[in-house]
Nanobody
Framework: QVQLVESGGGLVQAGGSLRLSCAAS????????MGWYRQAPGKQRELVAT???????NYADSVKGRFTISRDNAENTVYLQMNNLKPEDTAVYYC???????WGQGTQVTVSS
């Protein structure tokens, strides 16, 4: 069973940056698309970014130009570099193994104004 563990969240001022990491166990990591999602209080979980096994990326309009998703298959890790953070980016961020029910436990990102 693949497990996902996120890290890198925290409190940052508006305009700042954070880098989230999602470490995966299991040999299928390199063959599978991955995604980052977020859920703010009182809102539904939403897609932030995805990356295919070959490195193709897709972003929500709200984060385009500010966030970058990447992966290191040798390290079984997917990253989310978040720049120019805004208060509306405040949420719990989750990584997800595409096409499965496998999610990480989430990491809190709080952006103060």
């Amino acid at each position: 069973q693949v497990q996902l563990v996120e890290s890198g969240g925290g409190l940052v001022q508006a305009g700042g940056s954070l880098r989230l990491s999602c470490a995966a166990s299991g040999r299928i990591f390199g063959l599978t698309a991955m995604g980052w999602y977020r859920q703010a209080p009182g809102k539904q979980r939403e897609l932030v970014a995805t990356i295919s096994s070959g490195g193709s990326t897709n972003y929500a309009d709200s984060v385009k130009g500010r966030f970058t998703i990447s992966r290191d298959n040798a390290e079984n890790t997917v990253y989310l570099q978040m720049n120019n953070l805004k208060p509306e980016d405040t949420a719990v961020y989750y990584c997800h193994l595409t096409g499965t029910t496998i999610w990480g436990q989430g990491t809190q990102v709080t952006v103060s104004s």
